[in-house]
Nanobody, 125 residues
Framework: QVQLVESGGGLVQPGGSLRLSCAAS????????LTWFRQAPGKEREGVTC????????YYTDSVRGRFTISRDTAKNTMFLQMNDLRAEDTAVYYC??????????????????WGRGTQVTVSS
C-alpha cells in the first residue's frame, strides 16, 4: 500500500525550530518529485517547498526561503523539512505529497498523487 506519514509537528515559540518527517511506504521515495504543502486555518492550501526526483533540485516559496530546508534520506525512505526561525504565520497543518505544485520542480509524478494526513505546526508564545 502506497502511503506517506508525516510526523514532527508541535508547539514551538517564535524563533524556534522543528524538523518534520515524511516516511514513505509501498514505494521508493526517490522515484518521485516530492512537495510539502501547508494549510493555515481559514486559508487555502499552499505549496511550501519541493524536491525534484530528476536532479534533487529544490524550490521554496518566498515566505520560507532561507529558513526552511527540504531533504530526503534514501536509506530511510524519508523526506524531511527543517524549519528554523519559525514565525506565527507558519502555523498550519503541513502535508507531504507526490503532487504537482505548479511548474517549480521537474521530475516524475505518479498518475495518482499520494498525500499524508498532515502534522500540525503551531508557532506561538
Amino acid at each position: 500500500q502506497v502511503q506517506l506519514v508525516e510526523s514532527g509537528g508541535g508547539l514551538v515559540q517564535p524563533g524556534g525550530s522543528l524538523r518534520l518527517s515524511c516516511a514513505a511506504s509501498g514505494f521508493t521515495l526517490d522515484y518521485y518529485t516530492l512537495t510539502w504543502f501547508r494549510q493555515a486555518p481559514g486559508k487555502e492550501r499552499e505549496g511550501v517547498t519541493c524536491i525534484s526526483s530528476s536532479d534533487g533540485s529544490t524550490y521554496y516559496t518566498d515566505s520560507v526561503r532561507g529558513r526552511f530546508t527540504i531533504s530526503r534520506d534514501t536509506a530511510k525512505n524519508t523526506m524531511f523539512l527543517q524549519m528554523n526561525d519559525l514565525r506565527a504565520e507558519d502555523t498550519a497543518v503541513y502535508y507531504c505529497a507526490t503532487a504537482l505544485w505548479g511548474q517549480y520542480c521537474s521530475g516524475t509524478y505518479p498518475p495518482r498523487s499520494t498525500w499524508g494526513r498532515g502534522t500540525q505546526v503551531t508557532v506561538s508564545s
